[in-house]
């Protein structure tokens, strides 16, 4: 595991630029790709929206001032770039997931009862029918743990208002749950 | 203290959530989301880096035409600029030498000879044209003469 400080610093001297954007890649990609995947459902989307926050990584990390941490700027970067792609495509909208639809093999378990399967269904629709935000900041904290002082830096809002964010979108999530 | 403070706030949190869901689903729900076609994060990763080698080049040519454009264009806009205020420069300094130099300034003896040099030019001039005249009138005289003859 490479820090992620001395990476910038040799990428900024322009010292093996490539092998330092190389490193950070490899130490960040996953997380990023999966947050945006969690976000817009499709793999292509997903991975044309990590495609280009890479290349603005590589194209601004010569400015980056190192005021934040490199995974907070970083998920800054796919923050704003998957909401300009859901603004653009206006797939944020309701995707209307059946039973008979639902993709059974992808599920982890085999083995799930029916209602956990309705519970899976819900879940996931419930998901999308989150405001972006919302949808973004629950993601962050129950999936990824990050501590709200991160989120409300990548989401550009205050601790309190991502702490907000989390419990609108727990709310919500449960009236969705309620109606069904 | 902090952190542990804010661990039993994510175990808080997580717990509401599990309760709405269960933690199965939840489960589920992430390996769903986590799945991904084979040696994708290999081919990305030389996807991405191929992309910015191109980009990396690009800008490369594209930085260089231009700062050559630039010094051409910011020599040829000094030199027009240079040129245009040595022309005007010039002009003004001849028109000042004019209208600065009163006729108090100016020597007796340069206007005796400006005007002697001048009357004597319109003197030749005036010499010239009454020759020329007095020629032409002789020439009458003598055609005249040689009518009257001719006819007697």
């Known amino acids: 595991m490479h820090n992620d400080q001395d990476l910038i610093i040799q990428f900024q001297q322009g010292f093996q630029k490539e092998a330092a954007f190389t490193l950070l890649l490899k130490q960040h990609q996953q997380k990023v790709y999966f947050q945006i995947k969690r976000m817009v459902t499709e793999h292509a989307d997903a991975d044309d929206i990590a495609q280009q926050v890479w290349i603005k990584v590589w194209s601004k990390l010569d400015?980056?001032?190192?005021?934040?941490?490199?995974?907070?700027?970083?998920?800054?970067?796919?923050?704003?770039?998957?909401?300009?792609?859901?603004?653009?495509?206006?797939?944020?909208?309701?995707?209307?997931?059946?039973?008979?639809?639902?993709?059974?093999?992808?599920?982890?378990?085999?083995?799930?009862?029916?209602?956990?399967?309705?519970?899976?269904?819900?879940?996931?629709?419930?998901?999308?029918?989150?405001?972006?935000?919302?949808?973004?900041?629950?993601?962050?904290?129950?999936?990824?743990?990050?501590?709200?002082?991160?989120?409300?830096?990548?989401?550009?809002t205050s601790v309190g208002g991502a702490k907000a964010n989390f419990h609108q979108a727990l709310k919500k999530m449960e009236e969705i749950l309620k109606k069904d | 203290m902090d952190n542990n403070k804010e661990n039993i706030e994510l175990i808080n949190d997580k717990a509401l959530v599990e309760n709405l869901f269960s933690k199965?689903?939840?489960?589920?729900?992430?390996?769903?989301?986590?799945?991904?076609?084979?040696?994708?994060?290999?081919?990305?990763?030389?996807?991405?880096?191929?992309?910015?080698?191109?980009?990396?080049?690009?800008?490369?040519?594209?930085?260089?035409?231009p700062k050559w454009s630039q010094i051409a264009i910011a020599a040829s806009f000094f030199a027009m600029i240079a040129s245009t205020y040595l022309w005007i420069e010039s002009k003004n300094t001849k028109t000042a030498i004019a209208s600065n130099i009163s006729i108090q300034d100016i020597a007796t003896s340069e206007i005796d000879a400006y005007v002697n040099e001048n009357e004597a030019m319109a003197e030749i001039d005036w010499q010239t044209e009454i020759s020329k005249e007095s020629s032409n009138l002789e020439n009458l005289n003598t055609h005249l003469i040689k009518d009257t003859n001719n006819s007697q």
């Open chain 2, 24 to 65: 199965q689903v939840l489960n589920n729900y992430e390996a769903k989301e986590k799945k991904v076609p084979t040696n994708y994060f290999e081919h990305f990763e030389a996807q991405i880096l191929s992309k910015v080698v191109k980009e990396r080049k690009a800008k490369t040519i594209r930085f260089s035409i």
């Open chain 1, 63 to 156: 400015g980056f001032k190192m005021e934040s941490e490199f995974s907070t700027w970083l998920f800054r970067v796919a923050y704003n770039e998957t909401l300009n792609f859901l603004q653009k495509q206006k797939k944020g909208a309701i995707q209307n997931i059946t039973e008979d639809s639902y993709d059974y093999e992808n599920a982890a378990s085999g083995s799930d009862s029916p209602k956990s399967s309705r519970i899976q269904i819900a879940l996931e629709q419930a998901i999308q029918q989150l405001p972006e935000k919302q949808r973004f900041v629950f993601m962050l904290r129950y999936f990824e743990e990050m501590n709200y002082e991160k989120i409300a830096s990548i989401t550009g």
